[in-house]
């Protein structure tokens, strides 16, 4: 069974870039599309955009002008940059995988979330 | 975008009573092509990740109890839980994935009386 774990700084500046990784085990990155999802505490979940393993990507217009991801497949890793940060990017930030077909944004892995707080 | 509406807030309920949760999108999310509802339910307990509970709006995922049951079809889906269990306390929301960007509903808390 595939699992998803997310790393990267808990903690980034006003301004700066947030950087995480997603590490995929139990399964290949291959023939799947993987997403970034976030939640702020108390509050609902949105989808950030994704990146299939060839390396195209889809993002969220509401954020896309500061969303850069990548994906290397030698290390079963996919990434996720949001830059200019500022308080209102603090969340929980989950990796997930959507499947590759009719039905691509519907997610059946997560990863447990890693929470990113922007403070000074 | 596709904007996904839950309701109720939340709900309180005894064990072994009936759940039910409502969604409403802001558009059709059945695709006429293939008559696919693409509306999906999530589950999410505290500090956990969702969880995909049912897909196609109907469809349970594998390991799913049998007590979880969605249904609608257009704009109108219900998630129901046939007889509440304590282990299913948590939050529930619905996503619609006919159109990007997807999205999710505000999220339905669901308690034991």
């Known amino acids: 069974q595939v699992q998803l774990q997310e790393s990267g700084p808990g903690l980034v500046k006003p301004s700066e870039t947030l950087s995480l990784i997603c590490s995929v085990s139990?399964?290949?990155?291959?023939?799947?599309?993987w997403s970034w999802i976030r939640q702020p505490a108390g509050e609902g979940l949105q989808w950030i955009g994704r990146i299939y393993f060839s390396g195209s990507t889809n993002y969220n217009p509401s954020l896309k002008s500061r969303v850069t991801m990548s994906v290397d497949t030698s290390k079963n890793q996919f990434s996720l940059n949001l830059a200019s940060v500022t308080a209102a990017d603090t969340a929980v930030y989950y990796c997930?995988?959507?499947?590759?077909?009719?039905?691509?944004?519907?997610?059946?892995?997560w990863g447990q979330g890693t929470l990113v707080t922007v403070s000074s | 975008d596709i904007v996904m509406t839950q309701s109720p807030d939340s709900l309180a309920l005894s064990l072994g009573e009936r759940a039910t949760i409502n969604c409403k999108s802001s558009?059709?999310?059945?695709?006429?092509?293939?008559?696919?509802?693409?509306l999906a339910w999530y589950q999410q307990k505290p500090g956990q990740p969702p969880k995909l509970l049912i897909h196609w709006a109907s469809t349970r995922e594998s390991g799913v109890p049998e007590r979880f049951s969605g249904s609608g079809s257009g704009t109108d889906f219900t998630l129901t839980i046939s007889s509440l269990q304590a282990e299913d306390v948590a939050v529930y929301y619905c996503?619609?994935?006919?159109?990007?960007?997807?999205?999710f509903g505000g999220g339905t808390k669901v308690e034991i009386k």
């Open positions: 139990g399964g290949s990155i291959s023939s799947y599309y």
């Open positions: 996503q619609q994935y006919y159109s990007p960007p997807p999205t």
């Open positions: 558009q059709t999310v059945l695709y006429s092509p293939n008559n696919m509802n693409y």
């Open positions: 997930a995988r959507g499947f590759d077909g009719s039905g691509s944004y519907r997610f059946d892995s």
